[in-house]
């Protein structure tokens, strides 16, 4: 099971990183949209996990990247700062299947991923 992971904070990333890898998942990074959406076009991902604002293309952008662009409907978890009702509302419109703010609890994002990784 592979997972990808965009995220623009170096500490943050080796968090989701550490505990995705300890919970036995492949993870590939990327410091922003862009580097995520060209790992997408190389390699088989099975769940995105994004933030939102990075640098160059942005969290939302990938994720209407993977919903019109990618013939596979990749499930995507959000994991941002932000936490207003309407850039959640706009995530989830675009494709998002679950939205975590930060700071967030780990064992959270995991039961989110298996939840997904078992529906697709």
Same mark, same amino acid.
Request: hydrophobic content about 40%; proline content about 3%.
């Given at each position: 099971?592979?997972?990808?992971?965009?995220?623009?904070?170096?500490?943050?990333?080796?968090?989701?990183?550490?505990?995705?890898?300890?919970?036995?998942?492949?993870?590939?990074?990327?410091? #922003?949209?862009?580097?995520?959406?060209?790992?997408?076009? =190389?390699?088989?991902?099975?769940?995105?996990?994004?933030?939102?604002?990075?640098?160059?293309?942005?969290?939302?952008?990938?994720?209407?990247?993977?919903?019109?662009?990618?013939?596979?409907?990749?499930?995507?978890?959000?994991?941002?700062?932000?936490?207003?009702?309407?850039?959640?509302?706009?995530?989830?419109?675009?494709?998002?299947?679950?939205?975590?703010? =930060?700071?967030?609890?780990?064992?959270?994002?995991? #039961?989110?991923?298996?939840?997904?990784?078992?529906?697709?």
């Amino acid at each position: 099971m592979t997972i990808l992971v965009c995220e623009d904070n170096v500490m943050t990333l080796r968090a989701i990183e550490f505990s995705l890898k300890k919970a036995g998942y492949e993870v590939f990074k990327a410091g #922003d949209g862009f580097q995520g959406i060209q790992i997408l076009d =190389k390699e088989k991902i099975d769940l995105v996990v994004t933030d939102i604002n990075m640098p160059y293309t942005k969290g939302l952008e990938l994720i209407r990247h993977i919903n019109t662009q990618m013939e596979s409907k990749i499930p995507v978890i959000v994991i941002t700062g932000i936490t207003n009702d309407e850039t959640r509302a706009h995530a989830m419109e675009l494709g998002a299947r679950g939205y975590l703010t =930060k700071p967030f609890d780990p064992k959270v994002m995991l #039961d989110m991923v298996k939840c997904f990784v078992v529906e697709s």
